[in-house]
């Protein structure tokens, strides 16, 4: 599958990853691999209740636990002025430990720090919380009520926490109620959690200079760095963030976590360091869940399905806090997306959030902020508007299709969309999946009452927030920054502001710097996740990396070779307009025997660079113009068992437009597991609360992950149209799986249960669902 | 108490509470931590090794107690000098890891396993890779690496090295 690239062309060649002996050889370096002399271990006691007044705290007898060594409360934060931390996004704050009251199951209420990590959790159990249980509120919809204020702390009296809203609201109004055909549907993306393998930590201690050494499992270090400066008071350069190898990301290492600002202070006040490791139970229960967005969804159209207009209504659970990572302009994230890649003349989309009882988050799993619910409301809704107008699902997207020509286009809502080549991708995929075979099939299928569904889904993300005039975490604007140094024998090191948490950026970084500059990629180093190190940049998430980072490496690289041109003229003993830069190599202009490579200059560079400035670095930090547009077209076949209501993904198809494509190994990888998440989001996995705010699905035997046995086959395939504002032509590529896959699956199942009357069923489509609408509908 | 454990060739006699599980005995005790822990319920199989050269065990399901007395091969000790296990060689060859977490626990499971199957189905792999949790990879590319491993080693044993 991999090979090796040769002759300075490094894009695009399937090489592989420069990070994988370590890993192979169990010598990965993960949070939890590390250990300090004196190391103490810090675990949290955590309420059982999702409403409670906390009567009281006791913590006599969990000091008598041998090797116990402290146990701090939300009052002893509180008097440091450690109480509350600001959620990223900045319109909301969080308890770090309970302070009076809590306000969801397994809350952090106590932080107990021992000597070995047997002790910290036997000093846990024996923490005396009394809790008085207060009303519980479950859901949104009760929410909106207020008739249970959740957080008092708040100066608005309301558990309404925002109404966001864009596009024109009037003229959509007029445009559906003109519209000679209309839908609208009730579309609920369940509240799911990222649950990377390796759960969430750190280790924290102060070093014998007085400064934090923060080893933590975090997307973005340097954003961790500002924060903690801004919430603890240390000076930043008192504080060194370092996110080692990472065990999967998937959005759930983007937000600071209690347990982060127990350990620091652990650290502080005990003077040793002090680890802190979630379990699976408190990864899934406590940190960023994702989605929950209910979705009313409109959408008109004429006779000949053209369509015409678009309105989303959301009301939003964002659980206890409002701790949606979200870029500060966007508390909906890119939601604006969701008219999809359709040419909807106009369009509103309005989100309502509410707190709840339940966990907070609503963090970006796999997906740019909230683009995944959008992708899938408009995926969902043009096959239900397939289904009324009794048009084919594929000829329905195609009649609506922004044209290949129309790039950049201005949509309804707001974005301008870069590029894209929809028609063939879908023409594409079809051919992969034998479309018009399959639609025969089908047909005979359903004549013998058999079910059979195919599902599309036509997706178009935006990615790679994004530019500084519209996005900024914190107030920090969303760039991204590489520093490239080529050493004198032509190796070099490149660093970045990103974090990879298993996407291969030591591979495909050292790919983009070889391809510029004409060097062995084997040869270029890669760090990330060290702050002393690494250009600021906000990290990896949001199918960030290539768009920011990847685009800041190469024009860092620019920089490089336009020294090096400097000193290959003086090499060459001609003018700088006289040389150019071809085939890797520079060469006299029209003398092609004269040539020096880039070696060669980085050693003439250190050596005799005459009266050029020695050394040859360059840092860049790249401000992007506009986001990118990576989009693809997935087509689902599934087989459903009449008396089982068992579904079976026979096939599945993903065409791919992520335009430039680094490495295609790593690419296809990407593609892979994010289609494998989509599955299970489809099929499986939901945080489910009962009416009383408990968690039904707190560790891997409720809340599943697919296994070898039921994942599907994949099958990929490709368009390729380059991102014009890029410096390489990339956009992003690793959440697009899990923001296009849902929709192709759901669709699929519906349309094998259209024949029955069946017109939509929320995620995750269990048997149960499944088995319970086929008899309802032999009922009805 | 004390137990004496032999890891990838090495014998580890320690002091442990009766309760450790091996899992945290391999890593906190003998400082071997490439087998990682991902879960709570023995769901995820990222802390498989083998035990007595052939069986494949979630070390957060035994206790150190347990393993006193027997040898463990953990991921640190697959490959031989520099060479690599035809396991490891095809877990990289074939992209079959991202993050890296599961790896260990996936190339312990199929060591087993070839053990048993040295020439195993795809469907065979799949089954019996069931009770390892990848969320990375979609587990196609661990399949063909497991594929390429004993390919290679069918080769050496009929080459009878």
Known sequence: ?780 | MKVNVTVNGTVYEREVQPRTLLAYFLRENCGLTGTHVGCDTSSCGCCVVVVDGGRAVKSCSMFAAQADGHEILTVEGLASGGTLHPLQQGFWDQHGLQCGYCTPGMMLTSYALLKQNANPSEAEIREGLAGNLCRCTGYQNIVKAVQQAAGKMREAVSAGR
Not at chain 1, 232 to 253: A, C, L, M, R, Y
Not at chain 1, 259 to 274: D, F, Q, T
Not at chain 1, 675 to 681: H, R
Not at chain 1, 746 to 755: G, Q
Request: negative net charge.
């Open chain 1, 1 to 780: 599958m991999s090979t090796q690239p040769a002759g300075g062309h490094a894009l695009g060649v399937a090489m592989k990853r420069k990070e994988d002996p370590r890993f192979l050889h169990g010598k990965g370096r993960y949070v939890d691999d590390l250990s300090f002399p004196g190391m103490l271990y810090l675990a949290l006691v955590r309420s059982p209740y999702p409403h409670a007044e906390i009567r009281n705290i006791d913590i006599v007898e969990a000091m008598k636990v041998p090797g116990v060594k402290a146990v701090i409360t939300g009052k002893d934060l509180e008097a440091a002025g450690l109480g509350w931390l600001p959620t990223f996004h900045g319109f909301d704050k969080q308890m770090v430990l309970a302070i009076g009251k809590v306000l969801f199951q397994y809350q952090e209420v106590a932080a107990v720090f021992a000597d070995t990590r047997e002790a910290a959790a036997d000093g846990a159990e024996a923490v005396q919380v009394d809790y008085a249980p207060l009303p519980v509120v479950a859901d949104p919809f009760t929410s909106k009520a207020d008739k249970v204020l959740l957080r008092p702390d708040r100066e608005q009296k309301t558990n309404h926490i925002f109404h966001w809203e864009v596009g024109d609201k009037d003229a959509t109004a007029r445009a559906l109620a003109s519209s000679p055909k209309r839908i609208k549907q009730r579309i609920w993306f369940q509240r799911c959690h990222p649950a990377p393998l390796e759960p969430c930590g750190c280790v924290a201690y102060f070093d014998t200079m007085g400064r934090l050494q923060f080893h933590v499992t975090s997307q973005a270090p340097h954003v961790y760095r500002t924060a903690l400066a801004l919430v603890t008071g240390i000076p930043e350069d008192k504080i060194h963030v370092i996110s080692p190898d990472i065990g999967g990301g998937f959005g759930n290492k983007v937000p600071v976590y209690p347990g982060y600002v127990c350990a620091i202070v652990g650290g502080l006040k005990i003077g040793r360091p002090v680890k802190w490791i979630e379990t699976r139970t408190e990864n899934l229960t406590s940190t960023g869940f994702a989605r929950d967005y209910h979705m009313d969804v409109e959408i008109g159209a004429t006779e000949e399905g053209r369509v015409t207009a678009l309105h989303v209504a959301t009301t939003a659970d964002h659980g206890a806090f409002d701790a949606a990572a979200d870029p500060s302009k966007y508390p909906a994230g890119i939601f604006g997306i969701v008219t999809g890649s359709y040419t909807f003349p106009v369009a509103h989309a309005e989100v309502d959030a509410y707190f709840t009882n339940k966990a907070p988050g609503g963090i970006a799993y796999r997906c740019s902020f909230r683009v995944t619910e959008a992708s899938y409301a408009i995926e969902r809704g043009m096959d239900i508007l397939a289904d009324e107008l009794g048009i084919d699902a594929a000829e329905l997207r195609r009649r609506n299709f922004i044209k290949k020509e129309q790039f950049p286009y201005p949509s309804a809502l707001g974005f301008t969309y870069d590029s894209g080549d929809y028609h063939t991708t879908l023409d594409t995929a079809l051919e992969r999946i034998g479309y018009k075979a399959l639609l025969k099939e089908q047909a005979d299928k359903r004549a013998r009452g058999e079910l059979m569904g195919i599902g599309l889904s036509s997706f178009t993300e935006v990615v790679g927030a994004g530019p500084s005039k519209h996005f900024d975490i914190l107030g920090i604007k969303m760039f991204d920054s590489a520093e490239i140094r080529i050493h004198p024998t032509g190796a070099g090191i490149v660093r970045a502001g990103t974090k990879s948490q298993g996407q291969g950026h030591e591979t495909t970084w050292a790919q983009i710097v070889a391809e510029e500059l004409g060097l062995d990629p084997q040869t270029i180093m890669v760090e990330e996740g060290d702050t002393d190190t690494a250009p600021y940049g906000l990290g990896t998430y949001a199918s960030r990396s290539t768009p920011t980072a990847g685009a800041a490496i190469a024009m860092a690289a620019r920089r490089i070779r336009d020294k090096a041109r400097k000193i290959a003229a003086h090499l060459l003993e001609v003018s700088d307009a006289d040389v150019e830069w071809k085939d890797y190599k520079f060469q006299v202009k029209g003398v092609p025997s004269k040539t020096v490579t880039m070696k060669e200059v980085a050693f003439a560079a250190y050596t005799n660079m005459a009266q050029n400035e020695p050394g040859l670095e360059a840092t860049f930090y790249y401000d992007p113009p506009n986001m990118t547009y990576p989009n693809g077209v997935y087509v689902a076949v599934v087989d459903v068992d009449r008396e089982t209501g068992e579904v079976k993904v026979r096939r599945f198809v993903a065409v791919d437009d992520c335009g430039t494509i680094i490495n295609p190994m790593v690419v296809e990888g990407q593609i892979h597991g994010g289609l494998t998440e989509g599955f299970a989001i489809a099929f499986m996995q939901e945080i489910q609360y009962d009416a009383e705010g408990n968690n039904l699905n707190t560790n891997f035997t409720d809340y599943l992950i697919p296994t070898s046995l039921e994942t599907p086959h994949w099958e990929t395939d490709k368009t390729v149209t380059p991102s014009p504002h890029h410096p390489i032509g990339a956009k992003g590529v690793g959440e697009s799986p899990n923001v296009g896959s849902p929709a192709a699956f759901v669709n699929a199942v519906i349309d094998a249960l259209s024949p029955l009357g069946v017109r939509h069923i929320d995620m995750p489509i269990t048997r149960d669902k499944v088995w319970r609408a086929i008899h309802e509908a032999r009922r009805g």
